[in-house]
T-cell receptor, first 114, second 112 residues
Framework: KAGVTQTPRYLIKTRGQQVTLSCSPI?????VSWYQQTPGQGLQFLFE???????NKGNFPGRFSGRQFSNSRSEMNVSTLELGDSALYLC?????????????FGDGTRLSIL | AQSVSQHNHHVILSEAASLELGCNYS??????LFWYVQYPGQHLQLLLK??????LVKGIKGFEAEFIKSKFSFNLRKPSVQWSDTAEYFC??????????FGQGTELSVKP
């Protein structure tokens, strides 16, 4: 069974640009969550999608947005990039909602802002 | 707001030493509790989980954790660590809204 797939693995962008990250969950999983991981802040919850609906959102500015498609694949978009957005962005999927089911993580997309 | 505290940021042990990593959470209701591990260069993976029942749960690779409701704790233990246990360990608890909140992580270094 294939794991969670995130693309691309690495991205380099400059301030002011926008970026879209993609996540393909494990087949059959309906919940997809996104996290930002940095050395200083650790793992911070961005949002969770379940059956194409945003179920939860973390404390991030509106520049961070996401969506989920009918096949459960998810995308995350960050607009007007800032230096502080440099981080590892992790996607996780689960059968049910993230609070009731263990999550399976992808390898992440490392985003560097110059 | 719900929070998760991991008291040890970096733990250094010799092989065969016993391990206990602390995790405390602030939410007082019914909780599900998780420990995740991130080995160097690998993705986060589930180590063990507690949903209900026996408060002593066993996970992969000889790890176990004990849920103590009165202390709001879910400490991770292993009687004898190996060099291959070198990794970062994260405790996670969903908050009332269902968001999964992670602790800051504990980096474990095991000396051969």
């Amino acid at each position: 069974k294939a794991g969670v797939t995130q693309t691309p693995r690495y991205l380099i962008k400059t301030r002011g640009q926008q970026v879209t990250l993609s996540c393909s969950p494990i087949s059959g999983h309906r919940s997809v969550s996104w996290y930002q991981q940095t050395p200083g802040q650790g793992l911070q919850f961005l949002f969770e999608y379940f059956s194409e609906t945003q179920r939860n959102k973390g404390n991030f500015p509106g520049r961070f947005s996401g969506r989920q498609f009918s096949n459960s694949r998810s995308e995350m978009n960050v607009s007007t990039l800032e230096l502080g957005d440099s981080a590892l962005y992790l996607c996780a999927s689960s059968l049910g909602t993230a609070d009731n089911q263990p999550q399976h993580f992808g390898d992440g997309t490392r985003l560097s802002i110059l | 707001a719900q929070s998760v505290s991991q008291h040890n940021h970096h733990v250094i042990l010799s092989e065969a030493a016993s391990l206990e990593l602390g995790c405390n959470y602030s939410y007082g209701g019914t909780v599900n509790l998780f420990w995740y591990v991130q080995y160097p260069g690998q993705h986060l993976q589930l180590l063990l989980k507690y949903f209900s029942g026996d408060p002593l749960v066993k996970g992969i690779k000889g790890f176990e954790a004990e849920f103590i409701k009165s202390k709001f704790s879910f400490n991770l233990r292993k009687p004898s660590v190996q060099w291959s246990d070198t990794a970062e360990y994260f405790c996670a608890v969903p908050n009332q809204g269902g968001k999964l909140i992670f602790g800051q992580g504990t980096e474990l270094s095991v000396k051969p």
